[in-house]
T-cell receptor, first 108, second 115 residues
Framework: GQNIDQPTEMTATEGAIVQINCTYQ??????LFWYQQHAGEAPTFLSY????GLEEKGRFSSFLSRSKGYSYLLLKELQMKDSASYLC?????????FGAGTTVTVRA | GAGVSQSPSNKVTEKGKDVELRCDPI?????LYWYRQRLGQGLEFLIY????????KSGLPSDRFSAERTGESVSTLTIQRTQQEDSAVYLC?????????????FGAGTRLSVL
């Protein structure tokens, strides 16, 4: 079975940093994805980790520890447009198994 | 097309009616997936198509749900005799290959409301 946990909600101030944690227990592992989803819109790809370590992409970074079943998404220099739901997903053979998503609210 | 296209964007139906949801994947993408997103919950896998291979239907919640895809083009998800618990957003995604690391690109979904 698949079990993917992430916090339900987080609030942060514009310009600040927020870290969204994701822990997983899955029967197979071929990588971990982070998606961003604004209300009523399609989830959009943010990052992919398959090896341990940090992947940096502009203001967004993602970290993976396979031995701990743990990942985080780091959002720096928060902007109002970053208010959205962030989805952690683990890839088995070809399917993605998703967490329930973390709603991030950025306040001025 | 430029992205994954789904129609309709919203569908309101009465309990017991059949509905058909459509997905146009990104041109050239061989893999197509359907997911369901209930309010406050994570996306649930429903079905996967890869080229002309037999689809993986392991996520379909009941025999009222079925899906078809012709070749590497449009897919339709059909829900027969809809129930109120079928109310959700139905998302379609496509990818160029099903292998490791291939990104799934999502459509904006069809919001289904069963009254």
């Amino acid at each position: 079975g698949q079990n993917i946990d992430q916090p339900t909600e987080m609030t942060a101030t514009e310009g600040a940093i927020v870290q969204i944690n994701c822990t997983y227990q899955t029967s197979g592992f071929n990588g971990l994805f982070w998606y961003q989803q604004h209300a009523g819109e399609a989830p959009t790809f943010l990052s992919y980790n398959v090896l341990d370590g940090l992947e940096e992409k502009g203001r967004f970074s993602s970290f993976l520890s396979r031995s701990k079943g743990y990942s985080y998404l780091l959002l720096k220099e928060l902007q109002m447009k970053d208010s959205a739901s962030y989805l952690c997903a683990v890839k088995g053979d070809y399917k993605l198994s998703f967490g329930a998503g973390t709603t991030v609210t950025v306040r001025a | 097309g430029a992205g994954v296209s789904q129609s309709p964007s919203n569908k309101v139906t009465e309990k017991g009616k059949d509905v058909e949801l459509r997905c146009d994947p990104i041109s050239g993408h061989t893999a197509l997936y359907w997911y369901r997103q209930r309010l406050g919950q994570g996306l649930e896998f429903l079905i996967y198509f890869q080229g002309n291979s037999a689809p993986d239907k392991s996520g379909l919640p009941s025999d009222r749900f079925s899906a078809e895809r012709t070749g590497e083009s449009v897919s339709t998800l059909t829900i027969q005799r809809t129930q109120q618990e079928d109310s959700a957003v139905y998302l379609c995604a496509s990818s160029s290959l099903p292998g490791q690391g291939n990104i799934q690109y999502f459509g904006a979904g069809t919001r289904l409301s069963v009254l």
